[in-house]
């Protein structure tokens, strides 16, 4: 399962450089969290997850195989590129193909590095991207929901839920509101809704860039983009690229120091996967073996048989039951055969649902 995450915001936010520190210092853990490109501006990185090396220890596993996530590093974005300026037509393009996006917002102040507006307001950025996002989405509606009224109108059973759904996303729109905050009444137009990718139905993750004293606390700037981001449902993240940079390249115990120095437990690109991870409502499974502890990534509510497709169709499409041990229980009681002693390994069918840390064995027919 491919899930990726749009980093945008505007031109000198510090955009590209945390997309740079990511990217590289996945690579530099590569032993861990294994990095690859697949484009120029695509990285895939691993989900850090104590959980996997713990579940490892205790199995004896020779390899550790993190879950990943896609982050892609999208055109700066300039007011117009609804109407195509700048290079408009590329970043909504690109956008409209990741499944979250990631709002890159400047919270510092540095002289050397020029602001396009030359100054300092998070917000007023934040809503200037929203702002091209929505008249995108804007004039995409204006267009399709005339046409399903005159179809639903003529008795059209499925334009009569597109025109319901894409209305009322419409409505908001029209008041300045993204339409993630429309409502679909029932799995129909749910389908339909996810259908229309819409890009501002898209689920934000806001990322402030502090300067490095500000990383640990945060500063006056960033604490107006986690007000906005509590008022809209959303999530915020504190990170300070130039500490990031910093990372990229020191070893393991060397990053401890120089992140205890800053007054910090773990990078903020850590908390940025992690956010992307929560914000595509994605849950953790394992595999567990003396050949290879991984995990795997389903969607909140999956069940049995979409957890084994996970791994190959055919399990899927063969499914029997999955051997089942709570996380907590694996490692509580030294493993596998200490779970199946204690009562603790479940024999769970088709119906169930997947619960976060799962660790999982697939029983199927090929």
Not at 4 to 27: D, H, Y
Not at 213 to 227: D, L, M, W
Not at 249 to 277: C, K, N, Q, W
Request: glycine residues 10%; charged residues 25%; negative net charge.
């Amino acid at each position: 399962m491919g899930f990726r995450c749009g980093i945008v915001g505007l031109p000198n936010v510090g955009k590209s450089t945390l997309f740079n520190a990511l990217t590289e210092t996945q690579a530099a853990q590569a032993a861990n969290y294994p990095f690859c490109t697949i484009e120029p501006n695509v990285g895939q990185v691993g989900v850090p997850d104590p959980r996997l090396d713990e579940l490892a220890r205790i199995a004896g596993s020779q390899k550790i195989i993190p879950t990943q996530l896609g982050f892609v590093d999208i055109a700066g974005l300039v007011r117009g590129a609804s109407k195509g300026e700048g290079l408009g037509n590329q970043f909504l393009g690109n956008i409209r193909e990741v499944d979250a996006i990631v709002h890159v917002l400047r919270c510092f102040e540095n002289d050397d590095i020029q602001h396009v507006d030359n100054r300092i307001d998070p917000i007023s950025d934040a809503e200037t991207v929203e702002t091209e996002l929505m008249l995108s989405d804007l004039e995409s509606l204006e267009k399709r929901v005339p046409a399903a009224q005159k179809k639903a109108a003529q008795g059209d059973k499925e334009a009569k839920i597109t025109a319901s759904v894409l209305g009322q996303a419409l409505d908001l729109l029209r008041e300045g509101k993204p339409a993630r905050l429309t409502v679909p009444k029932d799995e129909e137009e749910q389908r339909v809704f996810a259908q229309a990718q819409l890009i501002t139905a898209k689920p934000v993750l806001y990322v402030c860039n502090v300067e490095e004293e500000c990383a640990a606390t945060g500063n006056a700037f960033s604490e107006r983009v986690f007000e906005k981001a509590r008022s809209e449902g959303a999530n915020a993240v504190i990170v300070s690229a130039a500490i990031e940079s910093e990372l990229v390249g020191m070893e393991p115990d060397e990053r401890l120091v120089f992140l205890e120095e800053m007054g910090l437990h773990e990078t903020g690109l850590a908390r940025i996967i992690r956010s992307g991870y929560d914000l595509l409502h994605l849950i953790t499974f394992f595999t567990v073996g003396p050949k290879e502890a991984r995990a795997w990534t389903v969607h909140k509510g999956a069940k049995g048989p979409d957890a084994a497709g996970e791994i190959h169709s055919d399990m899927q499409r063969g499914f029997i039951r999955a051997e089942t041990i709570a996380y907590a229980d694996y490692v509580a009681l030294g493993g596998e055969n200490g779970a199946k002693e204690a009562g603790k390994l479940r024999q769970e069918g088709k119906e169930y649902v997947v619960q976060d840390g799962d660790v999982l064995h697939f029983k199927f027919n090929v």
